[in-house]
């Protein structure tokens, strides 16, 4: 296998047979020792993590292909913390996509003068930001995407679709176990011009609350596999 990407929760390797191994880590996003989702650095180890995010990420993708939505899943091993997946060309130098169903978080602090924190967001928003620890992920609007060449508006609506069907799909089965997604963040890319779901659905990249207490990853994948 040869390394070809070193991210902050996980490494990419290259395979022989031409997909990719994803190596989970158990390194969180947060800030001063928090965790917190919409952190773009690393903010804590959290022990084992690595494992319960691969998980999760098994759960929900077998989940989507029950209902149809293809991914770049393909197998996984937990006891390595590994996950096999089909190739797939990121957009730009990477973009995640933040889908909001309440208001917190980095959300607030942009806008806070505005709105409320644990204000419900109606049907749901969805913002992208680029992969950038230099500049903290700056957030890029669609019009934005398209006229800087990383994708085009068709691409755009595609995953903004994907991103509040598969937003809706999560939300539904935590909700089915007495929990509320507040937001969750995705990655997509594209396979011969299809855009896809790829990296993870992990319990360390959504918010999740449970009577009002916020759900820390480990106890969320516990929640969402033990049911």
């Known amino acids: 296998m040869e390394k070809i990407y070193t991210g902050k929760t996980k490494d990419v390797y290259s395979l022989e047979n031409g997909n990719v191994m994803l190596k989970f880590k158990d390194d969180c996003t947060g800030k001063d020792g928090v965790f917190d989702p919409?952190?773009?650095?690393?903010?804590?180890?959290?022990?084992g993590i690595g494992k319960e995010n691969l998980k999760t990420s098994i759960y929900y993708f077998e989940l989507l292909k029950k209902a149809g939505i293809k991914t770049h899943y393909v197998?996984?091993?937990?006891?390595?913390?590994?996950?096999?997946?089909?190739?797939?060309?990121?957009?730009?130098?990477?973009?995640?996509v933040?889908?909001?169903?309440?208001?917190?978080?980095?959300?607030?602090r942009r806008y806070g003068e505005y709105i409320e924190d644990g204000t419900v967001l109606e049907g749901g928003y969805v913002e992208c930001t680029f992969k950038n620890d230099e500049k903290g992920d700056p957030l890029v609007t669609s019009e934005g995407l398209a006229a800087l060449g990383v994708m085009t508006p068709e691409m755009f609506e595609?995953?903004?679709?994907?991103?509040?069907?598969?937003?809706?799909?999560v939300a539904d089965d935590l909700k089915s176990i007495g929990l509320d997604l507040w937001d969750i963040k995705f990655e997509f890319g594209y396979n011969n011009d299809e855009v896809i779901l790829i990296d993870e659905i992990a319990s360390g990249n959504m918010r999740v609350y449970k009577d009002g207490v916020i759900v820390n990853p480990v106890d969320l994948t516990k929640l969402i596999l033990e049911r």
């Open 38 to 47: 919409g952190e773009n650095t690393v903010g804590l180890t959290i022990d």
């Open 158 to 169: 595609s995953m903004k679709e994907q991103t509040l069907k598969i937003t809706k799909i």
């Open 98 to 108: 933040i889908c909001r169903l309440v208001a917190t978080g980095s959300f607030i």
């Open 75 to 96: 197998s996984a091993d937990i006891d390595n913390a590994t996950m096999e997946v089909l190739p797939g060309k990121v957009f730009g130098h990477g973009l995640e």
